[in-house]
């Protein structure tokens, strides 16, 4: 069961590494499994999933499946796609290319479509709200794949899914996808405040040396340049505000400068635009990533059937994957989920 | 142009101060409008209950901040609400209005209240009761929207349907059998769209003859929550009653919260400008920096201010309701439009004038360093026509000038005292003190008061002090000292 790894959580999301990972069955599925608890769901989504609506036709794909009970945000131009028996509870100043999200009771069961907002503050108040109305746990779906990974940032938990749409080469997917958690999943920054982590206004490189002073390398001079520098050599770590990027890093990779033992952070995992072959790089030459806010990957879902009707064998992608993450994974497509 | 001058003259500051509690009076600033003579009735009503709720801001403070409080979550609905008379509106739609008439029900009791109380006249809050009963026919006052069961024979008939299927669907573990559930439950929503629809429209139908009056309650709401907001400004800035006159004016200790404001911030405070001007010419003379613009904005700012229905920030306050009020300085738009500045001075004077002489009622009239831009003796020459002109007109004047010799021919002339009494060499020290900041200095020993002049008729000579004062490259000092 799924529901053993995400019970007690206030909140979680759930993303995808590539449209068709079964984002959706796995939704449903944890709607399903959490029926018949004693608790009320809250539903919305990070943005809207291109996938949910085809805007020509106005015809709604497959939705999500809610219970009587379930508090549901949206877009208002989405309720039309929902025939769950409803009750509107409230209306929000958030606004989406569908309408302002509205917040309504599931007074029924039935299929909703979500077009939830797209800012984290946003959805950060909506969590909030959710909770007012009697909400036991929020349940964000994170829509398309950028967007979706600042969902994990406003959820307690993550559930990550791949599949075999990813890619055709078994290695690939799993490879990946084991980096993706990885990413998320990277250990609590050491070196700065949640103060000075989360400021808004600070510069986009921060150095902090090992007498705990922090040095900001002068304009013009990049992050690179400023670990070289000989007067630098003190350096206990680096902040990134904003995107860790590859253009970044790569200098400090071909540079001469030592950087055992340097921990780079940045504000969460969705910060991290960098490749597999950057981050083994960085873990040769003995330097660290951290995060200020990390995620906890509650289980990793993966689903053997692409949307081209390639399979995969579930039972060996089952246990690649499982020798890959150290987290629970599960079959999509598989009843029990494959968690037995 | 017109939007530079409330700008310059920090109406749209003043404007800005303003905090309504609802979209209503939000919409209501956003549209604010300036009241022509014809309208004083009106006008004077609204000034009146802004007065009378400035009066009870203390003793009704707990059915102030109530009735704000409920205003507050208030929406602007009018749209849907005007969307109503022909179509149906959808679920959100009912969801809003029918939260609005929640409110009315809590904001109407308050408000009648408030208006037995102060005696505010001509605004009136409905509780828009007969509408709510529509929109909750169980009575269950929640604050959500939901077509009960029981709201047709048919919608009973099809939840039960509904339900019935979901009940099985919940059950169903064979693919197949939720597949033909899923199909049948499919259907029977739709035919539950369908009737859900037909009640709305029904809801709509009878909501369209209380339409009006839900209209009417957002406008009190926006009246009342404006002239709330208009109240509250005035209790802080310290604004008073109007008393309308044919052609006079009559302010005392008129005060202008921009410029106020900023000079608070730079540790200093605002010298009230008080000034009584009738048909004709009034002139104001002075020191350079000693607030002469300063006095002509604000008198500017209260004329037009009243024009608008708020309060003039001042101890006591008598003028006309001005036709039109105009105010010719130099600003920094004249150089964006190609002209110098003096030519557009003399475009805006033009323009000022032939639109003063069309105007039926009474205008304001205030010229801000005329024809400053020119050589003296032409400029001063132009100042004292411009003066003689304007004393044959029936509208009041008002201007600051440099030159001398206007002063005879004015009606009224007044003075900045300016550093008229200052001891010039313990100013000096101070500024020694100061390392130099001579600006702040002198600023702080100006005296802004405006004075009636008597019997002067040359400008005071502050200009040599304060190039003194300030610095100024002590062979020229020397220069200038020869030359007198």
Redesign the interface.
Known sequence: MLKEHILGFRSLSIIGMCKNAGKTTVLNRIIREL?DEPMTLALTSIGRDGEAVDVVTGTAKPGIYV??GSLVATA?DM?RFC?A?????G?TPYSTPLGDV?IF?A????GVQLAGPSMTAQLIELTNAFETLGADMTVIDGALSRKSLCAPAVSEATVLCTGASYSRSIDTLVGDTAFAAKLLTLPRQTLWSGAEAGDPQAPKVRLRRKDGTVLIPPEGKSLAQALRAPENRDVAGVFISGALTEATLRPVLQGGADIAGVEFAALDGSRLLIGRDAYDKLALRGAKLAVARPVRVAAVAVNPVSACGFDMDPAELLARMREAVDVPVLDVMNEDGGLL | MRHEFERNIGFRYAIDLLEPASPYGRAKIAGLRFFSPDERPELERQLQNVVRTLHHLAPLAPEYEKISLYMMPL?DIRRSVEMCREAAL???EL??LKRFCLQSVLISPVFARIRDASGIEGIDIRAQEEALGLLDPENARA????LPDASSKALLAI?KE??AL?EK??RAADRDERARLMAE??AV??R??VEESRLRAEICEGLRPHIDGILRCMDGIANFDFTLARAKLAAAYGGCAVEFSRNEVEFVDMRNPRVADALKERGGSFTPVSISAGPGAALITGANMGGKSVALKTLALNALLVKAGLLPFAKSARLPLFEEIFLVAEDGEDVGRGLSSFGAEIVRFNEMLSRALRAKGVCLLLLDEFARGTNPEEGALIARAVTRRLNGLPHVGVLTTHYDGVARYAKLHYEVAGLRDMDVAAVAREIAANRGDGVRVIARHMNYGLYRAQGRESCPRDARNVCMLLGMDAEILKDIAAQE
């Open positions: 029926r219970y009587e208002r309720l025939d028996t409803r009750e509107i509870v209306t509205v009771r007074r029924g069961d039935g | 929406k959808s679920e959100t969801f809003e604050a959500t929207f939901f939840r509904k339900r979901e669907l919940r439950r499919a929503a739709a539950e769209d």
